[in-house]
């Protein structure tokens, strides 16, 4: 039996406008710390009905202390400097509303033993979405050192059939658990990720990483393009990038390149700073290319700070791309 925390509508007189998190993100922090407190009160309620299971529990919550602690923490940390009181009043309030809402009063020891097991699963990710990601965007340590996250096992594998954008290459890869994936509005981009769950959490700065598929030019095959070839196309850049790097790579043992630019694209008014990695590879009648950007609007970092963060998450856009399988290769 699974219990699940209904949302508590108890927002109280706080506006997610008093802070520099925007209201959705507000609303799955609420989520989230309500999901936790829920979890310990039906804990405790085991613990206190069946005290020979006292051990069980302690195990399942230490388990998932392991995983999360620090990340309630640090959102407990952030909240009470961003609003305060307010968020004093806002945990109580959903303490108090938590028996309210999950009537354990007829718990039998069997839904209490699944309970402990279902605690567990949590503690390796199992979470519904968008608390997971929250857990996730909020520990420290994975805000410090970005590959831990995927170390530790809280990666999203993210599959396609081949069918639409896909243009029938059959494909998985792997991104960090925290990041939110989406389809992307451009025609040959089949998957978009944005770190964060799609939040741009500084209020400077976002990154994304895309894998995209096109069509080989008529007469080409994935044999057509040797060294001479790839060395051509280091040059092909976008208007107004940069190159900084390009050199051929071998991935999924398909041939390719890849190539670091810096990119700046205006759109009427609007202007964004982009420090990119992009590894192409040609297989069949397609070419592949995985894609990972970090960006900020209207030079709100620093060119050094914009090549410092492009520095931070590049680990984790050569662990994406070096994830690439091709469902057709095996």
């Not at 998190?21 to 309500?34: A, E, H, P, S, V």
């Not at 590959?147 to 998985?172: P, R, W």
């Not at 050569?318 to 399988?325: C, D, E, F, P, Q």
Request: charged share 25%; hydrophobic share 40%; proline share 3%.
């Amino acid at each position: 039996m699974k219990f699940y925390l209904l949302l508590l509508i108890i927002f109280l007189n706080v506006q997610a406008t008093a802070i520099d998190i925007n209201k959705q993100l507000f609303m799955d922090i609420t989520k989230t710390y309500g999901y936790y407190i829920g979890q310990s009160y039906t804990l405790n309620k085991i613990k206190n009905k069946y005290p020979h299971l006292k051990n069980q529990v302690f195990l399942a919550e230490h388990e998932f202390k392991i995983s999360f602690d620090s990340s309630l923490k640090n959102i407990d940390n952030i909240m009470s400097k961003k609003i305060k009181s307010s968020w004093n009043d806002l945990k109580s309030n959903i303490h108090n509303q938590i028996p309210k809402q999950l009537d354990l009063g007829n718990l039998s020891e069997t839904e209490a033993l699944q309970f402990l097991e279902e605690v567990k699963l949590r503690a390796r990710g199992s979470i519904d979405s968008p608390i997971i990601e929250t857990l996730l965007m909020f520990n420290p340590s994975y805000q410090k050192y970005k590959l831990s996250e995927l170390q530790d096992g809280f990666y999203l594998k993210f599959i396609s059939n081949g069918n639409g954008k896909a243009k029938g290459v059959k494909f998985s890869i792997k991104v960090p658990k925290s990041w939110k994936a989406q389809e992307a509005n451009r025609p040959n981009i089949v998957q978009k990720f944005t770190a964060n769950n799609g939040y741009m959490i500084d209020g400077k700065s976002f990154i994304t990483s895309n894998i995209m598929v096109k069509n080989i030019p008529d007469g080409f095959t994935a044999q057509d393009f040797n060294k001479d070839v790839i060395n051509e196309m280091c040059q092909e850049i976008p208007d107004g990038a940069i190159l900084r790097s390009c050199e051929p790579i071998t991935l999924e043992d398909s041939h390719g390149i890849m190539q670091r630019m810096k990119i700046t694209l205006q759109r009427l008014d609007f202007k964004s700073d982009m420090e990119m990695v992009q590894y192409m590879i040609f297989f069949q009648n397609k070419a592949i290319a995985i894609q990972g950007m970090v960006g900020t609007y209207e030079n709100k970092l620093s060119d050094k700070e914009l090549l410092q963060l492009f520095s931070d998450y590049k680990p984790i856009f050569v662990y994406i791309a070096n994830s690439l399988v091709l469902q057709d290769k095996y």
